[in-house]
């Protein structure tokens, strides 16, 4: 027997206690430094050998819950199943819904939005292609049957095509109560278009959450994130959210970098004064680094990558840079990598009595799952909501076109290995190598890690003193 190579550990010399995560069997333990040693013991298959007998209920224990494994090629094989049943998971059919990609903001660090001529361009979801693309997902939920139908409507900005999200909502509610799936939604907008009565609309339908940016206080929000003429959106926004807090969870994000980290306390003091701060669900931040360019060395990678002028290395022209891609995904949450800033900022959170993600990794993203897929507006199919950006990463459309550059990027995305390229890294049954986006941003090549290992040790090491503390 021997210690898996998917444990974690974190001492914790002031209680004489270690910490002990595995990250395959999700066992969490807090043991005496004594029993944690167990672990680097010569053990016989039986766990005993220099262990003696006296420590069997220990090793008894380690070994159930995964920190004590018959071999390496245990652990292998198990990460191979584990990653296969993750993949073909069918208890959810999750959709991220790209309504449009029109936005009514124009970000500092996002090329989308109303910057020069790109609204007059950019895609916006018709009636017609929302028929189809809910005659798809009913195809996709009579095959797969799932337990949960998640829409997730995303864009640009998905207020700006309510008609196809009310259409979608409602459509697809009946056609999934038929089947006895449960439809759940949500929002990622920027809050500006934020109504009860869109919510009310919705909430029938299913709809359980929305996620709103606010990018620092009040000065920081409106220099961040104005409308074209420069007006600041943060007064507005935070009336839309009093407006329909307790009628739907609210998630606040926001995108901090070295000159916005700042204001995020000021934020934090704001919310916590407001009379929904008890409504929110989820308060959570991240950081946006400007990298050099040109483009860095293996490693460390930006969530946003953007160069010192503020302008994105290679446009994700998709979806909104606020959430998706170069791992600032919140289309998907599992980009919700960190950096020292981003500890503090979410020791801030805390400290102020809000729920936030505690940043361990918690499965690999959606870039993964069988059962997740991504729809543009025009009906083009993608891997995940950071692909969005580029055609030539669309792996089908609705309508089950046969084009043989999509079935190539398909195969390519089924494909996937990046983990292979992390040797013995623990965290490998959470993270699977990082965001794929990123390294095709960055490197060119998606099987190349974005590794934010330091960060997620950093986590871990937040939660064993969470975990310390509440024992
Ligand atoms: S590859 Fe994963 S982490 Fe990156 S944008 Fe796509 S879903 Fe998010
Ligand atoms: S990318 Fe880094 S943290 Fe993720 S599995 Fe690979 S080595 Fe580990």
Not at 70 to 87: G, I, M, N, Q, Y
Not at 371 to 382: E, K, N, W
Request: glycine fraction near 8%.
């Amino acid at each position: 027997m021997q210690s898996s190579i998917f444990n974690v550990r974190v001492p914790l010399p002031a209680r004489d206690e270690v910490f002990l995560m595995n990250t395959i069997t999700d066992a969490q333990l807090l043991v005496s430094s004594d029993v944690a040693a167990l672990l680097d013991r010569e053990l016989d298959r039986d766990g005993m050998w220099t262990a003696g007998a006296d420590n069997r209920e220990a090793i008894d224990l380690l070994t159930e819950n995964g920190f004590l494994v018959p071999s390496r090629e245990h652990d292998r094989r198990t990460l191979d199943a584990h990653l296969a049943r993750v993949k073909s998971d069918a208890t959810e059919l999750h959709i991220t819904l790209l309504t449009t990609l029109q936005c009514n903001f124009a970000c500092d660090y996002c090329f989308q939005g109303d910057h020069g001529d790109y609204n007059k361009f950019a895609d916006k979801m018709t009636l017609e292609t929302a028929e189809r693309v809910a005659a798809w997902i009913e195809r996709e939920l009579a095959r797969v049957r799932p337990q949960y139908l998640t829409l997730m409507f995303f864009g640009g900005e998905p207020l700006l095509n309510v008609p196809v999200m009310y259409y979608l909502a409602e459509r697809l509610w009946q056609s999934a109560r038929e089947l006895g799936v449960e439809q759940r939604i949500s929002i990622i907008t920027n809050g500006l278009l934020l109504s009860a009565e869109i919510v009310d609309r919705l909430v029938p339908f299913g709809l359980k959450g929305v996620k709103i940016t606010l990018d620092g206080d009040r000065d920081m929000h409106n220099k961040m994130r104005p409308l074209r003429g420069g007006q600041g959106t943060f007064d507005r926004i935070v009336e839309n959210v009093r407006a329909v807090a307790g009628r739907v969870g609210i998630a606040i994000g926001g995108n901090f970098d070295e000159q916005s980290a700042g204001s995020y306390p000021a934020l934090l003091d704001f919310l916590k004064a407001q009379s929904f701060a008890d409504k929110l669900v989820k308060v959570n931040f991240k950081p946006i680094v400007r990298a050099p360019e040109p483009a860095k060395p293996k490693g460390m990678l930006p969530l946003i990558p953007v160069s010192a002028n503020g302008v994105p290395l290679k446009p994700l022209n998709g979806t909104c840079m606020t959430s998706a891609g170069a791992g600032g995904a919140s289309g998907c949450d599992s980009c919700n990598v960190l950096d020292d800033q981003m500890s503090l900022l979410r020791e801030e959170t805390k400290r102020h009595g809000f729920p936030t993600p505690d940043g361990v990794p918690k499965g690999p993203c959606h870039v993964h799952l069988q059962h997740a897929h991504t729809i543009g507006p025009d009906g083009s199919m993608y891997a995940c909501p950071g692909s969005t950006g580029e055609k030539s990463l669309s792996t089908g459309h609705i309508d089950d076109r046969s084009e043989p550059w999509r079935e190539s990027a398909r195969e390519r995305f089924l494909r996937l290995s990046p983990w292979k390229e992390c040797g013995d890294c623990a965290f490998i049954p959470t993270c699977a190598g990082g965001c794929v986006v990123a390294s095709h941003t960055t490197f060119g090549d998606m099987n190349t890690p974005t590794c934010h290992k330091r960060t997620f040790e950093s986590a871990v090491i937040a939660l064993a003193q969470d975990v310390a503390s509440a024992s």
